[in-house]
């Protein structure tokens, strides 16, 4: 028996996922969490890897990893957030370098999210399917309304 390839989209699901237990786990004042498997082949439990073992280059399990690792640390306090939306995933961080929301899609479609007013004219950092396999993509927010590809996960830093 051989094992189907997955898809492309299970990538950014895992990488979602794990940054909401990333979230969750946060508010139980948990500091550490594991990501197993660097490189994972077909024959050795491929779905937990975290390199695109076809092409050697990491995969967004592997950059949305690195995007929560780049933007939250020790000393990062939790800040009141609304979470109500069914098709979206938020908490606001207060950092170092300022305020940051973690935006996670819940949702297998585009979804428009409206963020805080101060945070429109923020850097929006993300691991997205239109970022495959490379390093998160960054833009400026403009306006309010942020769209957000099928299981994206995004970093918005505001002041």
Do not use: C
Request: hydrophobic fraction near 40%.
């Amino acid at each position: 028996y051989v094992a189907k390839a997955e898809p492309q989209s299970y990538w950014n699901l895992d990488g979602a996922m794990y940054a909401y237990i990333h979230a969750e786990a946060a508010k139980m004042g948990i500091d550490v969490l594991g990501e197993s498997q660097l490189v994972g082949y077909p024959s050795q439990f491929p779905s937990v890897s975290m390199m695109n073992y076809n092409t050697a280059e990491p995969n967004p399990r592997f950059w949305v990893l690195k995007l929560l690792k780049d933007n939250f640390g020790p000393g990062d306090k939790l800040a009141e957030t609304n979470n109500s939306g069914r098709s979206f995933y938020g908490q606001a961080f207060i950092t170092k370098r300022g305020n940051a929301l973690l935006v996670i899609n819940k949702r297998n479609r585009t979804e428009q999210i409206t963020l805080p007013a101060e945070a429109a004219g923020a850097l929006v950092s993300l691991v997205a399917p239109s970022t495959g396999d490379h390093a998160a993509a960054q833009k400026i927010q403009a306006g309010r309304v942020l769209s957000m590809q099928p299981f994206e996960v995004a970093v918005v830093q505001y002041k």
